[in-house]
T-cell receptor
Framework: SQTIHQWPATLVQPVGSPLSLECTVE??????LYWYRQAAGRGLQLLFY??????ISSEVPQNLSASRPQDRQFILSSKKLLLSDSGFYLC????????????FGSGTRLTVV | QKEVEQNSGPLSVPEGAIASLNCTYS??????FFWYRQYSGKSPELIMF????GDKEDGRFTAQLNKASQYVSLLIRDSQPSDSATYLC???????????????FGAGTQVVVTP
């Protein structure tokens, strides 16, 4: 069966520090991968999606970036965090262009102080 | 206009009653529709999907789709306190408008089931 791993679960980082969040998927090949952010009490905001290794599309211009170095690995990064980067970061995967929906990881709660 | 709209709630429902959640969407080419449940502090969990007009039942949950009117609804029968959560509606874009078929999420409806 397919599983998605996301870590860390919580993170407190100072303003201006770098960020690296990792997501890996097991049990499937060539998944579509997504990074979402959910601010407190808000909806899901799609940040990046990837259809394959090295293929990244950005939905929202910001100081975040994403990379997909391996088929089932998706990394979200920032060189310098802002207070506004605080939120709940979710990785998700799908197959068949999301025909059966997306499956989300457990999320990382990031607080920038 | 938002592409997927839901009432934010909170929707207060007595235990044992039916909770009715609605969602409207703007893309007439949308083909697939999903309901996610998100408990506070947790990630969204897929609970229902529907592709065809009409009703689809799964246990205490019923999804209803009306493509002509561009709405999808979720009924929760015999509501339990454990159903208290935020319910997200998601719509998969039609291939004619988005060849990639990304899901568009609504902002969610908070449901509170009171004992």
């Amino acid at each position: 069966s397919q599983t998605i791993h996301q870590w860390p679960a919580t993170l407190v980082q100072p303003v201006g520090s770098p960020l690296s969040l990792e997501c890996t998927v097991e049990g499937t090949s060539n998944p579509n991968l997504y990074w979402y952010r959910q601010a407190a009490g808000r909806g899901l905001q799609l940040l990046f999606y990837s259809v394959g290794i090295g293929q990244i599309s950005s939905e929202v211009p910001q100081n975040l970036s994403a990379s997909r170095p391996q088929d089932r690995q998706f990394i979200l990064s920032s060189k310098k965090l802002l207070l506004s980067d605080s939120g709940f970061y979710l990785c998700a995967w799908s197959v068949l262009q999301g025909l059966y929906g997306y499956t989300f990881g457990s999320g990382t709660r990031l607080t920038v102080v | 206009q938002k592409e997927v709209e839901q009432n934010s709630g909170p929707l207060s429902v007595p235990e044992g009653a039916i909770a009715s959640l609605n969602c409207t969407y703007s893309d007439r080419g949308s083909q697939s529709f999903f309901w996610y449940r998100q408990y506070s502090g947790k990630s969204p969990e897929l609970i229902m999907f529907i592709y065809s007009n009409g009703d689809k039942e799964d246990g205490r949950f019923t999804a209803q789709l009306n493509k002509a009117s561009q709405y999808v609804s979720l009924l929760i029968r015999d509501s339990q306190p454990s159903d208290s959560a935020t319910y997200l509606c998601a719509v998969k874009a039609g291939l004619t408008t988005d060849s990639w078929g990304k899901l568009q999420f609504g902002a969610g409806t908070q449901v509170v089931v009171t004992p």
